[in-house]
T-cell receptor, first 110, second 112 residues
Framework: EDQVTQSPEALRLQEGESSSLNCSYT??????LFWYRQDPGKGPEFLFT???AGEEKEKERLKATLTKKESFLHITAPKPEDSATYLC???????????FGKGTRLHILP | NAGVMQNPRHLVRRRGQEARLRCSPM?????VYWYRQLPEEGLKFMVY????????ESGMPKERFSAEFPKEGPSILRIQQVVRGDSAAYFC??????????FGSGTRLTVV
C-alpha cells in the first residue's frame, strides 16, 4: 500500500533560521512527488513536482529535493509569512490519484 | 482563468439532512478529485471522476455518499442523512491528464 510519512509534525523556527522538512514515501512506481502549502482555512497551493531521484526545484526560499525513498523541503532564511502547513504527496503508476501525508505545521517566529 | 470554484464555503446541516457540495473545475481540466480533511489529519482521497464517469471511488464510504460529474455543470458530492462524524472540510481538485492538482478553497461542513 502506498504510504507517505512526514516529519516533524510541527516545527517552530526563528526568522532566518534555516531547516528542512522530511517526506518519506513507499510507492509502487513513483509517477511524481508533490509539495503543497496550505494556509488555515484555505485549500492547498501547489509548490513543486519532482519525478526522479536527484531532481531539485527551487522557488524563492524553498528548495525541494528527491531521493529514491524520501524528499526534503529545505527552507532558507524563512520569514513569518512562510508559516503554513506543508503537505507532501505521491502519485503511483497504477492509477491517477495522489496520496497525501499528514503535513508539517511550520511556524516562523519574528 | 478562474481557479477551482467550490460552493458553498460553509454549510451547516442538522443530523439526518442532505448535504450537496459543488465543484467547478478549472477551464480545460477534465479530471476532478474529492478529498476530505479532518483537523490534524491529512487529506484523504474520496473519489476521482471524469465527465460522466466515476473512475475510482475507493475512498468513498459505501453508504450515504455519492458523487457525479455530469456532461454539463459542476461536480457534485452528495451526503445523505448526515451524521456528526461527517463534519469536515471537503476539498475538490482538478487537473489535466496526469498533471498536478489545483485545489479549490473547500467547503466546511458542520453537522449539528
Amino acid at each position: 500500500e502506498d504510504q507517505v510519512t512526514q516529519s516533524p509534525e510541527a516545527l517552530r523556527l526563528q526568522e532566518g533560521e534555516s531547516s528542512s522538512l522530511n517526506c518519506s514515501y513507499t510507492v509502487s512506481g513513483l509517477r511524481g512527488l508533490f509539495w503543497y502549502r496550505q494556509d488555515p482555512g484555505k485549500g492547498p497551493e501547489f509548490l513543486f513536482t519532482l519525478y526522479s531521484a536527484g531532481e531539485e526545484k527551487e522557488k524563492e526560499r524553498l528548495k525541494a529535493t528527491l531521493t529514491k525513498k524520501e524528499s526534503f523541503l529545505h527552507i532558507t532564511a524563512p520569514k513569518p509569512e512562510d508559516s503554513a502547513t506543508y503537505l507532501c504527496a505521491v502519485r503511483n503508476d497504477r492509477d491517477d490519484k495522489i496520496i497525501f501525508g499528514k503535513g508539517t505545521r511550520l511556524h516562523i517566529l519574528p | 482563468n478562474a481557479g477551482v470554484m467550490q460552493n458553498p464555503r460553509h454549510l451547516v446541516r442538522r443530523r439526518g439532512q442532505e448535504a450537496r457540495l459543488r465543484c467547478s473545475p478549472m477551464k480545460g481540466h477534465s479530471h476532478v478529485y474529492w478529498y476530505r480533511q479532518l483537523p490534524e489529519e491529512g487529506l484523504k482521497f474520496m473519489v476521482y471522476l471524469q465527465k460522466e464517469n466515476i473512475i475510482d471511488e475507493s475512498g468513498m464510504p459505501k453508504e450515504r455518499f455519492s458523487a457525479e460529474f455530469p456532461k454539463e455543470g459542476p461536480s457534485i458530492l452528495r451526503i445523505q442523512q448526515v451524521v456528526r462524524g461527517d463534519s469536515a472540510a471537503y476539498f475538490c481538485a482538478s487537473s489535466p491528464q496526469m498533471g498536478s492538482y489545483t485545489f479549490g478553497s473547500g467547503t466546511r461542513l458542520t453537522v449539528v
